[in-house]
DNA sequence: GTAATTAGGTCGACTCGTAAATTAAATATG
DNA sequence: CATATTTAATTTACGAGTCGACCTAATTAC
């Protein structure tokens, strides 16, 4: 039970007008009102504050002279008012961005290092190390930097801040933030890489009325994540959602994780290529995933009409559909967002997606989620993880 | 986006304070404050307003004279200051129940009735008519009716108040509400009774605290709910939670539902009593579902040393188990509670339920979550139904 | 130039919750 | 038995919030 009074709703106010404009973009104070149905005075006095602290600044654009009256002046976020770091850590990859208070990153660099072989101390040291090297790069963003946010693939506890397991890592429950807390002194964040990609989508204004939804994402695994009632849920453990190991059946091909018959075992990248190459000569893959080109070259072949390939495909979507479908019967949610690096081959799964669905789904629920796919880039996970440090701000 | 305004601090904290007063029985305010985190001048203005509404009442208990110090004085919820209507419908059988203020059920009767004959039409006025005679037997609860509740089985939209299908009608889609709310002029809550038992739990002191966990129900079919953040999580359809219909394997035994190979068709009462009488020499049943009887002489013979028996519950505990992993998997609650008049069994079904999660859950997640059995007891969905409506109570 | 219109700011009334002071009612103590 | 002590509850003063009503500013329409 948390108590409330009278400052928490100055604060929430704050807040809730920050987010407006953050997503919404430059808006007159008029139209603040009416997103935050806060009365015009109210709004005066918390952005004449806002704006005296910096945080947002009046924006003079020619608006389009429409109408009469005294013309509105836009206001929106002051970008340079602060700054967080993102860090996304991958196999053998570190990723670091800098975003503004916009959420909008401003610099990115990629720095390539032996994630397995690290310890508990050396990741410390090389977190701490390679973030502070890249902001010396960027000494205004540095004196202003209010929050990091770490994104790591895998299973993480994030109300701790620990990895419980990570494929980039070989050392298992890892705490990711203490160090760089400490270095810093300003908050951490940590998240799932799938939750980043979760936030980027809600922080949409298309998404952000949509209070209740599920993400899942394809690419080298299968992940999760899910939306509900406007927030991320990350379960009492701060490692919910992790879809790609839920079970299509009990026996079946191996999965990464070491159980047989997760959802991830039948759609990942790996299973389909693993999977494939069985069946077609394709050229072996010298890493541990396939590459983007091998994968476009897998769904080219079935496009162009390979029966094999075109029978993974539709295994794949039908497992897939199997594994929404327990979504649906659990969660039931407004929409099922599918996305991430499989989402290119998207055209070839989404039928039989609908047909798993079909064939597994309680008929009184089917019809009522929607399914649709998202179109898939790179820095959604960097601006996902720097949104959620943005957070932070208040 | 909802405002906030002082006016609703006042509201929450007074809603905070009648729902410890509900569930921590009588109170001295100064506890009252320590519960809610308020501060006594609040406690005492907030309850002296309920004090004038009659809502809440100081009850002189000779309080053990511990300490000196002037004596605390108890207040506690005047349980005869407004009363909600239960109805609990299931097939062939319509349950009446009156509760009090506290949440207890002061009055109950059964009336059976077709419940599978009946058309919109009929249905309205079959209920209405239920009620107000059940009502009429006690004026004085009717004159402080504040709200009903409507438990059903079966699939619901507790948001929009239908049934969307369920075991107790042959029509489908079906508004419950409307009628009600028209004839009683106050608000009805249509749930399913799954999510009503699992209101009930959250409701007691042990579980208050826990925001995050997951109640299945094994009896006549399996159900399922989800208390998400502290509340009762009913999805964007109002339909969450239908965990007895994820699958176990895509193709198994036939479901109630119609699909093949849910979670229900290897675990609920009908499912376990259909497969034992193909092995062993059972009476058969000339009811839709076993009775309880029946069941518990099915439990008895495994209990006994009946291998082919012992088999079926140790399969139904392993396919529990894997289901249960997927709920770990997407949501992980703090607590899986087990409960219905299945639990009867849940010596037999408590290994393999474990084992069915260690086989199926990644390894990562394994002994992040408590699963437990919770006593059943037949009135536990009347008591939550109760409960629902009266937090329509303020 | 004046009226109409729309945006934004100011001020007073009201509400809330809290800290601190005060009152109430018991026990402990000598 | 009177008084100090202790704990509970209430009252008071105050700072902080929102809102409605009114006012001012800056345009366009005529």
Redesign the interface.
């Known amino acids: 039970?948390?108590?409330?009074?009278?400052e928490q709703?100055r604060a929430?106010?704050r807040v809730?007008i920050i987010n407006?404009l953050r997503v919404f973009g430059p808006l007159a104070r008029v139209d603040i009102g009416q997103?935050?149905?806060?009365s015009p005075a109210t709004v005066t006095a918390i952005t004449s504050d806002l704006v005296a602290e910096g945080v947002i600044r009046e924006v003079q654009k020619p608006v389009s002279a429409t109408g009469r009256g005294r013309p509105r002046v836009l206001i929106g976020l002051n970008p340079d008012h602060a700054s967080a770091l993102g860090i996304k850590l991958s196999i053998n990859e570190i990723r670091l961005m800098l975003g503004d208070l916009q959420g909008n990153i401003v610099a990115e660099t990629v720095v390539t290092a032996d994630t397995q072989s690290l310890d508990q101390a050396s990741l410390n040291d090389l977190l701490v190390d390679q973030a502070s090297r890249f902001l010396e790069d960027y000494p205004d963003h540095a004196r202003r930097l209010v929050s990091l946010g770490v994104a790591i693939q895998g299973?993480v506890d994030a109300h701790r801040g620990y990895s419980?397991?990570s494929p980039a890592l070989s050392i298992?429950n890892v705490n990711m933030t203490a160090a760089l807390e400490a270095a810093f002194e300003c908050p951490v964040e940590l998240a799932n890489d799938t939750n980043c990609i979760a936030h980027a989508i809600h922080k949409h204004p298309e998404y952000l009325q949509k209070?209740?939804f599920a993400v899942i994402m394809i690419g080298y695994g299968v992940g999760?994540s899910?939306i509900?009632?406007g927030?991320l849920?990350?379960?009492?453990?701060?490692?919910?959602?992790?879809?790609g190991?839920?079970?299509?059946?009990?026996t079946g091909p191996t999965c990464a994780?070491?159980?047989a018959g997760?959802i991830e075992a039948y759609v990942a990248d790996y299973a389909l290529y693993r999977d494939a190459r069985a069946l077609i000569d394709l050229p072996e893959t010298d890493r541990r995933h396939p590459s983007e080109d091998e994968m476009r070259h897998l769904t080219q072949l079935a496009r162009d009409g390979s029966t094999p390939a075109r029978e993974l495909f539709d295994r794949a979507g039908r497992v897939l559909g199997?594994g929404i479908?327990?979504?649906l019967?659990?969660?039931?949610?407004?929409r099922v967002v599918v996305t991430g690096p499989g989402v290119r081959a998207y055209d070839l799964l989404e039928d039989s997606i609908q047909a798993g669905i079909q064939?597994?789904?309680?008929?009184?629920?089917v019809g009522?989620?929607e399914i649709q796919s998202y179109p898939w880039s790179e820095d959604m996970t960097g601006k996902g993880v720097i949104a959620l440090a943005l957070g932070h701000f208040r």
């Open positions: 039970m948390k108590k409330s009074d009278t709703i929430a106010n809730d407006t997103r935050t149905r806060l299973i419980v397991w298992k209070p209740d999760g899910l509900l009632n927030d849920y990350s379960g009492h453990n701060g490692a919910a959602a992790e879809f190991h839920t079970k299509y059946t009990p994780c070491g159980k997760c199997f479908a327990n979504v019967a659990l969660i039931s949610p407004e064939e597994a789904l309680i008929p009184e629920l009522r989620t």
